[in-house]
């Protein structure tokens, strides 16, 4: 790992953390968005995961002529999404810090607008806080498609249950989310089996404090085919497709499972007693489990993700992958 950039404050109020792998194509317009923000960061905090392309050299540049300061570290071998995250998110020192993908571009206020929808809730601080937006869906060229993340996605941002969906699906999108300080100290280190990084921090602060939604988009959020994750319609023949139980959405169930049995571990005791027993429910399966989830409020957004959960539930081949 090879740090460089411009020295660090002392206290940086807010940091941006920005995860970069061969990102040449879309990496300096982001950058140029992060700059001109309506309230500039304070710290830039960069993992870079083995880039092959100019994405180093775009960075070393950027560090130079940056109005803030730019730390940049390089990960090779590469670490991965997850823990690229992890790592380069240990680094950063602000009071707020907000999470960056490579590719996208950020409305000019999306960074004031996310720190001050925490302060309006977090208290004196000690509160774990979680903001996040909907996104503009824009094409690989940067030219809008007309639709927005959410309604694609068929996601309402404030369910009446914040925990009870995050328990099964993600509602957060990486790139619109700023975290306070208490989540982040919290939500570390990242426990071993996690599906992505923004849907554990969303979990842990929606168990220990609050998850915000801003409906209004905050990113221009760009869809081509390298997405790591992307806004794929749950509708049609793929999206009937990925109903259906079969083995990718075993293992994918599997996947979710494990993530919630990591939440009930690290924070049992401050969990709700239903949330609890739903987790004890997770290696039965069966009536059992959705008997628990039922009293727990875990219940996807959506009848097809609803009519997925009960006919994989109630099968339990996801077991096999636990």
Not at 156 to 166: E, I, K
Not at 199 to 223: C, I
């Amino acid at each position: 790992m090879k740090p460089v950039g411009a020295a660090a404050t002392s206290h940086p109020e807010v940091s941006v953390v920005l995860c970069t792998h061969n990102g040449e194509p879309w990496l300096e317009e982001q950058l140029q968005s992060i700059a001109t923000q309506t309230r500039p960061p304070d710290e830039l905090v960069v993992g870079d995961d083995a880039s092959r392309d100019g994405t180093w050299g775009i960075l070393q540049s950027f560090a130079r002529s940056a109005d803030f300061p730019v730390h940049i570290a390089r990960h090779d071998p590469a670490l991965g999404v997850i823990e690229n995250f992890e790592v380069t998110l240990s680094r950063s020192k602000g009071r707020y810090v907000a999470l960056s993908d490579q590719d996208d571009v950020w409305l000019p206020d999306r960074l004031q607008r996310g720190v001050e929808a925490i302060r309006a809730v977090e208290g004196d601080g000690d509160r774990p806080v979680l903001s996040h937006s909907d996104l503009l869906l824009v094409d690989a060229d940067g030219q809008e498609t007309g639709e927005r993340f959410m309604a694609v996605r068929g996601i309402d941002g404030t369910p009446a249950n914040m925990l009870g969906v995050l328990l099964r699906h993600n509602l957060a999108t990486g790139c619109t989310v700023t975290c306070n300080r208490a989540l982040v100290d919290q939500a570390m280190p990242f426990p071993d089996h996690l599906v992505m990084h923004d849907w554990w921090l969303a979990l842990v602060a929606a168990s220990l404090g609050e998850v915000t939604f801003l409906e209004t988009p905050t990113v221009r959020y760009r869809q081509h085919g390298s997405n790591q994750v992307g806004a794929p319609p749950l509708v049609g023949r793929e999206g009937l497709r990925r109903v259906l139980p079969g083995r990718s959405t075993r293992q994918a169930l599997a996947d979710v499972f494990r993530q919630d049995l990591e939440l009930g571990r690290r924070f049992e005791s401050s969990l709700p007693a239903e949330v609890q027993d739903f987790i004890a429910a997770i290696p039965a399966g069966g009536y059992r489990l959705w008997r628990a989830a039922s009293r727990a409020g875990v219940r996807p957004q959506g009848l097809l993700r609803r009519i997925r959960f009960f006919l994989e539930t109630f099968g339990g081949g996801y077991r096999r992958y636990l």
